[in-house]
């Protein structure tokens, strides 16, 4: 590739997901360095890495310092004038990332962008967002964007009406598959590491944006995403870590005086799990006003 670019995916307990997006790149010619951050998982990721992908550079973390963390071990870790940040439940062909380097490439201003994004079947996984207003995140958790989900007025937040299919500036992408440019990290600095899984890639556009960079989503480049790969094993860990994380970007971002309506709508929504008999969450909902 004429463009130097490092791909950096952080791995916990998803050995299997691991192997085969990493059989995915490695299978390919001029394979961009691949720095695989593994934190602490307990499955045998880390050594089946050492074993089988050898080339790939391991950093082996003693515990799990959480995603965005490990993203900035591997960047720190490269020195390329891009940087792919990819999930290890994705399959990517170098077709695909040449189509997002190209992108970059051709506008410079441009400082993240992503792909559409595809379930195993071939179907759209909808991975544009706009930025989470108060407005919008109420609507999303009462569940009137999936009642309505080409309103404009419900449906905001995750854009459902658009069908992802032209390459377009948006606030924010999903951080599954993220192509960042080094300069404009930067000029921002690296991903936050208070958020320890989720919206740190929320915070990093929004920080992007601020900073004068633009955020593209590119339509005709494509990767697959099995999805969750590590947040499947404990769906209701995963749904508290998404809260803590949302909170944690309205008291970096919003006024004070939004969080606790935010927090009711939120108490709201996981009480209706509950009552669905999703008593699994019962924790994540009489924790909300802790978090």
Request: glycine share 6%; net charge positive.
């Amino acid at each position: 590739m004429s463009q130097s670019c490092t791909i950096i995916i952080v791995s916990y307990n998803c050995r299997d997901a691991l192997r085969e997006c990493l059989r995915k790149l490695t299978k390919q010619t001029d394979v961009p360095p691949i720095i695989v951050v593994d934190n602490a998982s307990a499955d045998g990721s880390a050594e089946m890495v050492t074993r089988d992908f050898p080339a790939a550079e391991l950093i082996r973390n003693a515990r799990n310092y959480g995603f965005a963390a490990a993203c900035n071990q591997g960047i720190g870790a490269s020195n390329t004038d891009f940087i792919l940040l990819l999930n290890p439940d994705t399959l990517l062909d170098r077709v695909e990332l040449q189509k997002l380097l190209e992108a970059m490439t051709s506008r410079p201003e441009v400082g993240a962008c992503g792909p559409r994004i595809l379930n195993v079947d071939g179907s759209l996984q909808p991975s544009c967002r706009r930025f989470p207003t108060l407005w919008a995140m109420v609507c999303d958790e009462l569940g009137l964007g999936r009642l309505f989900p080409h309103s404009r007025l419900f449906a905001k937040y995750r854009m459902s009406g658009w069908a992802h299919d032209e390459t377009r500036e948006v606030d924010q992408l999903m951080g599954s598959c993220l192509l960042l440019r080094h300069m404009a990290l930067e000029s921002v600095g690296p991903l936050d590491e208070r958020f320890f899984l989720y919206f740190e890639e929320v915070d990093l556009c929004w920080r992007l944006w601020q900073a004068g960079w633009r955020v593209l989503f590119v339509a005709d480049a494509t990767v697959t995403h099995v999805g969750g790969a590590s947040s499947k094993t404990n769906r209701p860990v995963a749904l508290h870590h998404r809260y803590r994380s949302l909170f944690a970007f309205y008291r970096k971002h919003y006024p004070q005086w939004q969080l606790p309506i935010l927090k009711a709508a939120v108490q709201i929504a996981t009480l209706a799990r509950v009552a669905l008999k999703q008593r699994e969450y019962w924790p994540v909902a009489t924790n909300v006003w802790k978090m």
